[in-house]
């Protein structure tokens, strides 16, 4: 019966990381899958998240129950809360439907798929525009939520390493209106550029000028500057505009809970919306719709551990203090990579690590570099020159520049 199936093609990202586990070099370095590490090159449990998952099971109350389809009810208050501000009018009008969902990848699917549900009886389905480039599972899950092929608008600047704006604002110009547009809230994957506040309004001025529909991806609240407030400022200059809008959200990475699939998607209704509270109800019933049949229901326990770290003051001040201490130490690799490669003279400006933001960094290097890494230094990255700046180490770091130099002269 299954004669006929076929090898899929590797993931991009997660291929890498299966060629690095089957590599037996002891010296290998790992800087593929965008997934924190210490200084000594270790996964990383954040000690709040130890400290709630205590308090948790001390609880004589807790149980292996199923959550609601739509998740824990206060992980959903205050998850949005975290990412459009306490003061956020979107939430004090009701605007904003948030539900549980299995991380920012299922929140990205959850939300896709509502959107073509709910045009399934229009003359056509809108078109989804995507960054180029962006995080290779944007392209998958668009055709998978039945939306077809992903239309891509220009992002990298390829001589500069920054947005390149014009491009951008001109491709999102030619968007037909309705369309979907996936935005990066912060730390763009794989680039690392994000848009200043200026450039963000003159997305939006298009965005609105052209009626279309923005889907932020917030993945890295926290990772791109430190501060969860100053990331999330992109989101909150759109919503504050009070334009229908999607957002998904991930704690995978800053709060380290990658394997437990904890994230939110919440549907922002515009500010012409007739009646709120009859057309937020009927959302949250077609979300739970597409979600029962697709897993039934979200996973319990790193809900209980984000709404114990967000609902509690002296545990969110500590986790606003261990995120910053990971930002801070991708700061200080992209500070440290730069001058060895400055050091030990490798060819080219490397000065686009250190104006880089979030987990990664888009070396330019080329995919003939980056398979010359690969067999002769026991180096991964993905074929597109991305560095997951958190699996370097202080250890590591001059041998990888030095790598690199030999890659580059080669
Ligand atoms: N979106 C972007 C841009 C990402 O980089 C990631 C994770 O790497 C995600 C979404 C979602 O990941 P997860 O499904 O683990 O939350
Ligand atoms: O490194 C990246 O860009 C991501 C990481 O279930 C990732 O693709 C890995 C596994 C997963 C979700 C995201």
Avoid at 64 to 88: C, K, T, V, W
Avoid at 133 to 153: C, K, M, Q, S, Y
Wanted: aromatic share 8%.
């Amino acid at each position: 019966f299954f004669d006929g199936v076929t090898l899929a093609p590797a993931d991009p990202i997660l291929g890498v990381n299966e060629a690095y586990l089957a590599d037996e070099y002891p010296g290998k370095i790992s800087l593929g899958v965008g997934a924190y590490r210490t200084d000594q090159c270790l996964p990383y449990v954040l000690p709040v998240v130890k400290r709630v998952e205590q308090q948790i099971w001390d609880d004589p109350k807790t149980n292996h129950e199923y959550l609601p389809i739509d998740g824990l009810p206060a992980f959903q208050r205050l998850a949005s809360n975290l990412i459009f501000g306490e003061n956020s009018d979107a939430i004090s009008d009701g605007r904003v439907v948030t539900v549980q969902t299995l991380s920012g990848s299922g929140a990205l699917r959850v939300g896709l798929t509502f959107i073509a549900r709910f045009y399934a009886d229009a003359p056509s389905l809108p078109l989804v525009y995507i960054p180029s480039p962006t995080w290779n599972n944007h392209r998958d899950i668009v055709p998978d939520a039945g939306l077809g092929e992903a239309r891509t608008f220009r992002y990298l600047h390829a001589t500069s390493g920054g947005v390149d704006l014009a491009g951008l604002l001109a491709d999102l110009a030619d968007a037909p209106a309705g369309s979907i547009v996936i935005l990066h809230g912060c730390a763009h994957n794989p680039t690392g550029a994000d848009p200043t506040l200026a450039e963000w309004s003159d997305i939006l001025s298009i965005v609105r000028e052209r009626r279309l529909v923005p889907f932020f991806d917030v993945a890295y609240q926290g990772f791109a500057s430190g501060d969860l407030d100053v990331d999330a400022a992109s989101v909150r200059l759109f919503a504050d505009a009070g334009i229908d809008m999607l957002l998904s959200q991930s704690f995978a990475k800053n709060m380290g809970l990658y394997g437990q699939r904890i994230g939110s998607l919440s549907v922002v209704l515009s500010k012409r919306t007739a009646v709120v509270p009859v057309t937020a109800k009927a959302v949250r019933s077609q979300l739970k719709a597409v979600i029962r049949p697709m897993y039934s229901s979200p996973p319990a326990h790193g809900a209980r551990i984000v709404a114990g770290v967000l609902g509690n003051p002296v545990n969110y001040r500590a986790w606003q203090q261990e995120l910053a201490g990971m930002a801070r130490r991708i700061g200080d690799m992209r500070i440290a990579l730069k001058a060895a490669l400055d050091a030990n003279g490798t060819p080219g400006d490397w000065t686009r690590i250190i104006k880089q933001r979030g987990m990664f960094s888009y070396t330019g290097l080329s995919k003939a570099h980056v398979a010359y890494l690969r067999t002769t230094h026991h180096i991964y990255m993905t074929s597109d020159g991305r560095v997951s700046m958190a699996g370097l180490t202080s250890l590591t770091v001059q041998r990888v520049a030095d790598a690199i130099k030999d890659a580059v002269l080669t």
